[in-house]
């Protein structure tokens, strides 16, 4: 007998690890795609930045959407745009045209990760079961972002960047099938008016600031659409939290942020993922510049990162189900600590074997930040707000993403090269152990007498 819960998790983690893979494994696919195409890799920078701005602007978007009209609805939507533009990436034929698919690919996406997270929450209500699905949610999370560039370099190395989309439409075509058999539909029972003014002001607050994380780096903060779109992320976030305040149907209730571990998740979700993403950003310029490696090579010395993640997320799941975030969040804190301190010692000749236990650190890291984030992020909440909390803590993850790259290019001082005796990330490593002591204190806070008393608060309100 097929256990129909088993089956439309397994469904849901099929969506998140085509949207999450496709952060990483079309990096790999960038020189091969620059030789075909003719053109400078800066303006193909945007295959990835346009993927990543158009998933972080419109995650909110898709979640109270889903909430309003139909969850599976959403998803199946989701699935369908995203298999689309997946193939209409593997025929472009031009650099426009593939930047104008991967943006279509984006906007698939983001109804992908915050929906089906909504669908678990929903069909496992029981609070060891959702732990535990959440914890192997969270593992392909991690082995999804660890695999990409490994099957990008194999992808790459042995057929055609082209096929790099290409895999993606298969494995969309079997969630489509599975999802319209499987999963149930739910919504919020109350009808609501849509707040279009709110989702208008957050689109422009993501985009404009995701638009000015991405290209800082690049640009610096005084060049014109830098330091324009920055001002109007500023000024759009304060216009809707004000807004939003003063209506009865908001897209994000205000005194969501009331609720201490809700905030704690938000944060914890952006320092977490500023060293994860960050991490694996450095890496492979320190493999691939610094110790020659090719991207293949360097994909495939992650391996124990991708694999120590995948074993750990189940794992923190369970713990969460049966002690709590705490001590899950305290240990992932203490693991990105150790790995930010070991990354001080580390030079272009260290064993690989030292690397090894760095990415061990990481991986357990990792495994432990997932199901914290999302278990916190909905604690307390009341399931018809189930989609948008889940969809914020997402958006958290992505600003994470953007600024896991972003920060680390403004604080490099030297040239990355392989004559250099130590590697120039100084500095990055001292930033990431800065957020690795905020995820300790994180972990007392969000679990604290204080902290309950806030979720008492909030569900005053609802």
Known sequence: MIDRKKVILYTCCMSLFVVTMDVTVVNVALPSIQSDFHTNLSTLQWVTDGYTLMVASLLLLSGSTADRIGRKRVLQLGLACFGLASFLCGISQTPGQLIAFRMLQGIGGSMLNPVAMSIITQVFTEKLERAKAIG??????????????????LIVSYFSWRYVFFVNVPIIAAAIILTQKFVPESKVEKTVKNDFVGQALMILFLFSSIYSIIGLPRKGLFAPDILSTGIIGCLAIVIFFIYEYNIDNPLINPRFFLSIPFTSASFLAIFGFIIYNGYLFLNTLYLQEMRGFSPLEAGLSTIPLAFVS??????????????????????????????????????????MIILFIIYIFLGIGFGMLNSPITITAIEGM??????????????????????????????????????????????????????????????????SPLAKKSLRRVRFYF
């Open 310 to 351: 995948f074993l750990v997320a189940p794992r923190a799941g369970e713990m969460v189900g049966r002690i709590g975030t705490k001590r899950p969040i305290m240990l992932c804190g203490i693991s990105m600590l150790a790995v930010s301190f070991l990354q001080l010692f580390v030079t272009k000749t260290t064993p």
């Open 136 to 153: 192997l949610w969270g593992s392909v999370t991690g082995i999804s972002l660890g695999m990409g560039p490994i099957i990008g370099g």
């Open 382 to 447: 009341p399931l018809s707000q189930s989609g948008t909390a889940a969809a914020i803590a997402v958006t958290c993850k992505q600003i994470g993403n953007s600024l896991g790259v972003a920060l680390p290019s403004l604080l490099i001082t030297k040239p990355i090269t392989s004559s250099l005796t130590r590697t120039p990330f100084t500095n990055v490593w001292l930033l990431f152990g800065c957020c690795a002591i905020a995820i300790i204190f994180l972990s007392y806070l969000s679990n």
